[in-house]
């Protein structure tokens, strides 16, 4: 990745173009940002009208689980970076792509492992020498009724290509372990036989840690950390995060420790959420992902630059000196209810009336039971105030979410 000190014009000059894999509500985002700094943005997903697809320059629907479809958009788009968003994306192909040329953020080798939790475990505890808890795999059932006895119940089952708690269960005994080996092998991103089993850790905290790899101001790659950001999932799903966490000064270092010398190790430039629990003064090692995290759209109220901004500046090359002041806010998830399509969204004037609140409505033409339609961003005197309002928000509008149809299957062909 070079320095960069000049930009173009995108569409008629010579700005970098962007090939987004993967238009959801982080994509979107991203390339907001990326526009903002004059990128050219080509968004891919594998349904049309996809939140980013509706601010990009161009867009396809493509399934990026088939790598001769991507390769084949690659050269037709001919993009300076492949930025994945999500992780139903053919990673043997991104490697394959990279090997010929193209470059992929933060780096084909790195998305690959990121997005194969066997791989990354091994990276983080066996080459970065980082802790984590106890884990094991397995390919049927049997093997893992044997790794979850070895664990101790409860443990968790979970997916080897996830995120956002998908294909992940909690096992209380042998009993429990098939349908929880199924809903792993078959409700990932992309279904596999092989899954993790992990030790149920008893935390007192959540959180992520926000690296980012970029130059300084000077040309020089270096690695910054932001202020951890704490999280709840009432289910295995992200609802809630609030920054900054308040943590012992002991063990803010080693999150940010930990998170360094995973992402040092993985390499690249962008942002990385890296995501740890801690009990008392300890720090254990949880995932990663080689892109803006779910968790830090917390960041749209916490800081100047969001995860958003800085992953646009450093994947194209741009200086940050950071970190950067962080004010206290928090993020709540506005959810579907029901299954509908083209949601309509009330209880806005509501959630507004409070001035510290912004809403930020996905424009996802699909809606279903628990799915994220939106997320109410707060600030306030203290952490606690800010969720405070996000939560007011988010669930003023939640109550009041219809849709111009219903679900079935001529509607589904129509907007698709």
């Not at 092998?185 to 089993?197: C, E």
Request: glycine letters at 8%; charged letters at 25%.
């Amino acid at each position: 990745m070079p320095f960069r000190r000049q930009l173009g014009t995108p569409l008629v000059g010579d700005a970098p173009r962007l090939l987004l894999l993967g238009s959801g509500e982080l994509g979107r985002e991203v390339a907001l940002e990326a526009m903002r700094l004059g990128a050219e943005v080509v968004a891919v997903d594998r349904y049309e009208g996809a939140p980013a697809m509706q601010v990009a320059h161009r867009h396809h629907v493509l399934p990026m689980t088939d790598g001769a479809a991507l390769k084949a958009l690659v050269r037709r788009e001919q993009p300076d970076l492949l930025v994945p968003e999500i992780e139903q994306i053919d990673t043997d192909a991104l490697v394959d792509l990279e090997r010929e040329g193209w470059t992929v953020i933060p780096g084909a080798e790195a998305t690959r492992a990121t997005m194969d939790r066997e791989r990354i475990r091994r990276l983080a505890v066996e080459q970065a020498r980082v802790r984590s808890s106890r884990y094991a795999f397995a390919d049927d059932v049997g093997t893992a009724r044997k790794a979850a006895r070895d664990l101790g119940f409860p443990c968790l089952v979970k997916a080897m290509t996830s995120s956002s708690g998908h294909g992940m269960s909690v096992v209380r005994s042998s009993d429990e372990v098939p349908a929880a080996y199924e809903a792993a092998a078959h409700g990932g991103r992309v279904p596999r036989p092989r899954v993790m089993l992990e030790e149920f850790v008893r935390f007192d905290l959540e959180v992520t840690v926000l690296a980012v790899r970029h130059y300084d101001s000077a040309g020089r790659s270096t690695t910054t950390t932001l202020e951890p950001i704490a999280h709840e999932r009432p289910s295995t799903l992200y609802h809630e995060s609030w920054q900054p966490a308040d943590l012992a000064r002991d063990v803010r270092a080693t999150l940010a420790s930990t998170a360094t010398q995973v992402t040092d190790r993985l390499g690249g430039f962008g942002v990385f959420g890296v995501e740890c629990f801690v009990r008392g003064t300890d720090v254990l090692f949880s995932e990663v992902s080689p892109r803006p995290h779910d968790t830090g759209l917390v960041t749209l109220g916490s800081q100047w630059n969001s995860e958003f901004a800085l992953h646009a500046r450093a994947i194209l090359g741009l200086p940050y000196q950071g970190p950067e002041p962080t004010v206290p806010a928090a993020a709540h998830v506005i959810l579907g209810a029901d299954a509908g399509w083209a949601p309509v969204f009330g209880g806005v004037s509501e959630a507004l009336a409070d001035p510290s609140v912004r809403l930020f409505l996905f424009g996802k033409p699909e809606g279903y039971e628990a799915r994220r339609l939106g997320v109410a961003v707060a600030r306030g005197a203290t952490v606690g105030a800010a969720r405070a309002s996000a939560e007011r928000a988010a669930h003023a509008v939640e109550r009041q979410i219809g849709y111009l149809s219903p679900r079935t299957d001529e509607t589904r062909a129509a907007h698709t």
